[in-house]
């Protein structure tokens, strides 16, 4: 059972309603992710998907079950968990560099000021904000403000770095370039990611695994997509690949009808802690692959037009 | 836009002011019957009643003695002849200590309360006893217990100060956004760094606002602390020159307590400003 890095135990979380009595936001929740792995969460608005991420920075303590990591059971936050906040959550007194160097203070307390400067200063660089350091978030724009929030999650260095829906105040070039940026620094430092998105694209190109979950409340994990496309893929084509549709058009579909459609029967049905794990274009889930692969590839999805002209 | 706006206020501030002091000329220029009589007699009587001249004085008659206590404003010629800087200079520094001594207090007890929803609620019903009194029905305790006139103005200064500063100390820390609190906690800074580096800048500005409040309550309460204990200060001073039926000097004096008010509330709001950052 502890042979994932981090492991979702059987959590629930539960807060008193309105009228007395309890709201269950979801129930029994079990989740593995092994080291190295990118994990997205996609799921409607309000099905929980901040609150896992919550009990995962041990910021939130779960109504029932427990998350180990490593092997030990999460008590409290902790350094070796970095959290991107959905808000940035940057401290407004703080310039860029303060902000960064606040975090990097926190965790190695012995450093002198200049230690902490210069390695706040390598991280800063490295989310291309050389020259900004003593601007004040309020002079940033909203991009840049979430750059900073990943130079100061990726500063101290952590084992495991939790984004919630960390791209979703962007424009899309923006939000591109630090897509690139995070999957890039993952994959160099072998970070464990967990990530909330609302964005399939995203999750299609930097998920290992992408985590439907139903609608709230009593939200299910209702299955977990292993992502078929190559590691090596890169965004500019990513979606030419032949599997990307059949990827994109399942969890679509869940997205669409299936997590709404989920009924107490199917929640009885599955199995919790084993929730069932899907490749989309693989053999197996035909009816994916057969319905939308075709059209969409490549370039052949509007042939009228092409024609036209 | 901005600019010509304030140039054209400045112009009907001016306007304003010159309309005032005008009126006021005219009405204390002096129209009231004389009535011929003994000029011993005349002589107790004073001026207004023999030459006509206006009890009240004149912005001419005020101008003269303003210029003259700025001229010497520091001359000491017995208890009751001092001048109006040495008697501003005793105001400000019981103000001063009084609200000082509040800070020290309202501040740490006020982190306390924001911070400790148990404290809150354990300490609130003497809040709400203690903040409504007047700060001068706690004089006569405090001159019982302390037995010195200066002193127990500033513990006047000193209560009276206290209470604003505490609520908004106490509502800026407790309200400090969540997921401020939540970047300190994934750091694993300990209780006494987040306070400082935490919820200390966050609540600033509120604390700047409470304390802003307390030096214009301090600055209105020292008057009547002053003008209770007698001795020195700025509302002693209005008093003997009551007493003196100089109204001339009140007057003066009444001028320049609006202008120190307005100065240290400055200072206050300049800090206040220096502490907000925009998000
Ligand atoms: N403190 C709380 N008290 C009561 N209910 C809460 C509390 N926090 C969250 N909830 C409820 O829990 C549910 C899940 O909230 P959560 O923030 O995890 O949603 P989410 O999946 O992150 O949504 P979004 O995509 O909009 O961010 C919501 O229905 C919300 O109303
Ligand atoms: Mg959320």
């Known amino acids: ?49 901040t609150t896992v991420l919550n009990v995962l920075a041990g910021l939130d303590r779960p109504s029932d079950g427990a998350v180990i990591v490593d092997n030990q059971s999460i008590e409290g936050p902790s350094l070796d968990r970095a959290v991107i906040f959905q808000s940035h959550a940057l401290l407004p007194w703080l310039t860029v560099m303060g902000n960064v160097a606040y975090a990097v203070a926190s965790k190695w307390r012995r450093w002198s000021r200049a230690q902490v400067e210069e390695h706040a200063q ?10 900004a350091e003593r601007k004040r978030p309020a002079e940033l724009s909203g991009g840049m403000k979430q750059r900073v929030g990943i130079a100061r999650a990726l500063s101290i260095e952590p084992k495991i770095l939790l984004m919630d829906e960390p791209f979703s105040a962007l424009d899309a070039l923006t939000r591109g370039t630090l897509q690139d940026e995070v999957r890039r620094i993952c994959q160099e430092t072998g970070q464990t990611v967990f990530m909330i998105t609302h964005d399939v694209d995203e999750a299609i190109y930097l998920a290992d695994r992408i985590v439907l979950m139903t ?32 990827v994109r058009n399942h969890v679509v579909d869940f997205l669409v009808t299936r997590s709404k459609s989920y009924t107490d029967a199917d929640k009885a049905a599955l199995d919790r802690r084993n929730p069932p794990i899907v490749r989309p274009g693989a053999p197996e889930p035909a009816i994916v692959s057969g319905e939308s692969a075709s ?14 002209g | 836009m901005t600019r010509s706006l304030t140039f054209r206020a400045a112009i009907v501030s001016i306007l304003l002011f010159a309309a005032f002091v005008l009126v006021w000329h005219l009405a ?11 000029p011993e007699y005349a002589k107790l009587m004073g001026a207004t009643a023999t030459t006509g001249k206006s009890a009240m004085p004149g912005p001419l008659d005020v101008g003269a003695t303003v210029w003259g206590h700025l001229k010497d404003p520091f001359y000491d010629r017995g208890t009751n002849d ?63 217990t302390i037995k010195d006139s200066g002193l127990s103005a500033v513990f006047v200064i000193f209560i009276c100060s206290l209470w604003p500063m505490l609520v908004n100390t106490a509502f800026g820390v407790a309200s400090v956004r969540k997921e401020w609190i939540n970047v300190a906690r994934t750091l694993e800074v300990g209780t006494l760094r987040r306070i400082f580096t935490v919820l200390l800048p966050a609540a600033a500005p509120t604390i700047l606002t409470g304390m802003r409040i307390s030096i214009g309550i301090a600055w209105l309460v020292i008057v009547a602390a002053e003008m ?15 007493n003196n039926l100089s109204i001339t000097n009140v007057i003066t004096a009444i001028l320049v307590i609006g202008v120190v008010g307005m100065i240290l509330d400055q200072l206050l709001a300049r800090a206040t400003r220096a502490v907000t950052f925009p998000e």
């Open chain 1, 122 to 131: 390598r991280f800063i660089a490295l989310v291309g904000l050389s020259g």
């Open chain 1, 1 to 49: 059972m502890t042979d994932k890095f981090i492991s979702i135990e059987g959590i629930s979380k539960r807060f008193p309603a309105a009228g007395g009595g309890t709201t269950t936001v979801f129930e029994d929740l079990w989740l593995g992710m092994e080291r190295g792995t990118f994990t997205c969460v996609i799921g409607h608005s309000g099905c929980g998907k």
């Open chain 1, 215 to 246: 609608n709230g409340p009593q939200a299910v994990l209702a299955e977990i997509v292993d992502n078929p496309l190559p590691a090596d893929r890169a965004r500019d084509d990513v979606h030419k690949h032949p599997l990307y549709y059949a």
């Open chain 2, 228 to 242: 209770l204990v007698g001795g020195t200060g700025i509302g002693y001073f209005v008093w003997n020159e009551w």
């Open chain 2, 28 to 38: 204390t220029r002096g129209s009231g019957a004389t009535v011929a009589m003994d």
């Open chain 2, 82 to 144: 001092k001048g109006l800087g040495i008697q501003l200079g005793w105001s400000i520094l019981r103000v001063t200590i009084g609200y000082l001594l509040a800070v020290l207090v309202a501040i740490p007890i006020g982190f306390l309360i924001g911070m400790s929803p148990l404290m809150s609620k354990a300490l609130d019903p003497f809040i709400q006893v203690l903040k409504p009194i007047s700060p001068l029905a706690w004089m006569p305790l405090a001159l019982y």
């Open chain 1, 295 to 308: 059209p969409s590839w490549p370039g052949l999805s509007r042939p009228s037009t092409s024609h036209a």
